[in-house]
């Protein structure tokens, strides 16, 4: 199972739930804006901690409340793609992609995957919006990750862009091999990467 | 002296009034903050009674072999004291403005806490930091009241400049003294503030 997921969490007002097993390459969260898709990508990548239920990705646990299994935020190899990128604003491109990398041997390969070489001496303020998102997936991918989250990766991009950014996580699909959790309100990107889909909201 | 041996205690401090939830925070935060509101005189006093050979804290250090009242370090102490809360300040502003997301990030990465740290929180917040060292230099260059009245004007040991130019400024005579001592005071001041400019623009070029 790629990911076995039920979980609940109390956020303010509102209940975030959500429960659903999938065993395709692509998991797609579709719902409209609001319904706490970004805090269901969060619990699995351990930096919000769910009320109850499980977290089991790739056949591992990574979270079961009724034993009370959390495994920390950093051994969990979450691939986290954050919709504001988050890049480090102090560090190159360069430094970015190899923040969470063991070595250097594999910048070659995934900058050549995400066209990234001409960007490696910039710094993040001075990269477009694609540039920027493009950067986040290869950072991601350097990571090592047991698993991808992606989360609105085409938001705040144009359409060209966009097309762009979503050819370019297809491959990191196909190079990667490992499980990918995509969040969008958009059901046409995740039938575009041949996604299983999971309606929330 | 007294700026980089209060620098460490006063990022500890900052961190935890800027981060730390726990019982007797606001009561910390008060305590830091004294030196700032209250008379130095008061300070340089209650320092005495603290530091001093009967004071309770004087007295455990006595027992260890080291004495710092109307000694050079005593001054250094006073004036650690009194540039604390300024320090504390401008870090805490500094880190408040850290952005917890990239430390999240970071984590996302497989980075420990010490790493997040080292590589997130402190080189953002570093601009921070050297701006409280500068205003906490200035400080402790121009304390007077309490580090007359914590360890006196003794010459060669605790006779720091604004102490000397004072008194010069008792003796006839002393004008001249009192001039030079006022120039080397602008200079060694000039030379913290730009070097401080320097260091702070090396930082920000990296960390905006």
Redesign the interface.
Known sequence: MSFAINVARRLGEQDVALAFESDAAVTAIVGPSGVGKTSVLNMVAGVLRPDRGRIAVAGAALFDAASGLDVPVALRRAGYVFQDRRLFQHLRVRANLLYGARGPERLAEVAALLDLAPLLARWPRHLSGGEAQRVAIGRALLSEPAFLLLDEPLAHLDRARGEEVLTMIARARDASGVPVLYVTHRPEEAERLGARMVAMG | MAVLATLPVAFGLAWLLARGRFAGRMLLDVAVHLPLVLPPVVMGWLLLLAFGPAGPIGHALKSIGVEIAFRWTGAAVAAGVMALPLIVRTIRLALDAVDP??E?????????RGRVFR??TL??CAPGVIAGAVLGFAKALGEFGATITFVGAIPGETRTIPLAIWGALQSPDGTAMAARLAGLSVAISAAALIGAELLARRARA???
């Open positions: 997301r990239l999240e990030a970071a984590r996302t990465l497989g980075a420990s590589t997130v080189p953002l990296h960390a905006l």
